[in-house]
T-cell receptor, first 117, second 113 residues
Framework: GAVVSQHPSWVICKSGTSVKIECRSLDFQATTMFWYRQFPKQSLMLMATSNEGSKATYEQGVEKDKFLINHASLTLSTLTVTSAHPEDSSFYIC?????????????FGQGTRLTVV | KQEVTQIPAALSVPEGENLVLNCSFTDSAIYNLQWFRQDPGKGLTSLLLIQSSQREQTSGRLNASLDKSSGRSTLYIAASQPGDSATYLCAVKVGTNAGKSTFGDGTTLTVKP
């Protein structure tokens, strides 16, 4: 299957700082990328959907000014958590889907564990 | 709003047993349903993808079935092994290929040697 790489795998940051997480599709062009958040022992919750070259669509309750998503190229999307607070500590996972109507499967990155102290 | 429920939340079985994980969803107008495996602190690994027009998919010791009318899917694992220990998630996509997926809370499986 296709490979999606997230970086970093884990990050610890101080409260009030910003953190950027990268999601790259290594061997295909990702026209759509999804960002999820997962709290311990809970399901993945979709935060936003981004299509290459356009603004991300955020799910209800997700602050777009706090979670900045950029999808400037067909192989890279970034999620920036601005002014992070301890309650933002979570596991963030991206997935990417390629071009074409037959491309129904999205491939997931390995996730980024964010801890805000 | 689509709701996805997975039962049981946790399951522990001895090695070699066959087992069934359940996933139910409230909106039967699905596009596809996907089963994933998640190891602790890791991302997701796709196991099986069932399109809305399909009834089941098989991969090795795994078999997933889909019954849209009753809003259910099952993941059958044959001859379980300790390496199968993980959390299994089902995700349901509604509408079209561009639709979003809704995940269940997962079933945490422990296979004891």
């Amino acid at each position: 299957g296709a490979v999606v790489s997230q970086h970093p795998s884990w990050v610890i940051c101080k409260s009030g700082t910003s953190v950027k997480i990268e999601c790259r599709s290594l061997d295909f062009q990702a026209t759509t990328m999804f960002w999820y958040r997962q709290f311990p022992k809970q399901s993945l919750m979709l935060m936003a959907t981004s299509n290459e070259g356009s603004k991300a669509t955020y799910e209800q309750g997700v602050e777009k000014d706090k979670f900045l998503i950029n999808h400037a190229s067909l192989t890279l999307s970034t999620l920036t958590v601005t002014s992070a607070h301890p309650e933002d500590s979570s596991f963030y996972i991206c997935s990417a889907r390629g071009r074409g109507a037959q491309n129904t499967e999205a491939f997931f990155g390995q996730g980024t564990r964010l801890t805000v102290v | 709003k689509q709701e996805v429920t997975q039962i049981p939340a946790a399951l522990s079985v001895p090695e070699g047993e066959n087992l069934v994980l359940n996933c139910s969803f409230t909106d039967s107008a699905i596009y596809n349903l996907q089963w994933f495996r998640q190891d602790p602190g890791k991302g997701l690994t796709s196991l099986l993808l069932i399109q809305s027009s399909q009834r089941e998919q098989t991969s090795g010791r795994l078999n997933a079935s889909l019954d849209k009318s009753s809003g259910r899917s099952t993941l059958y694992i044959a001859a379980s092994q300790p390496g199968d220990s993980a959390t299994y998630l089902c995700a349901v996509k509604v509408g079209t290929n561009a639709g979003k997926s809704t995940f269940g809370d997962g079933t945490t499986l422990t296979v004891k040697p």
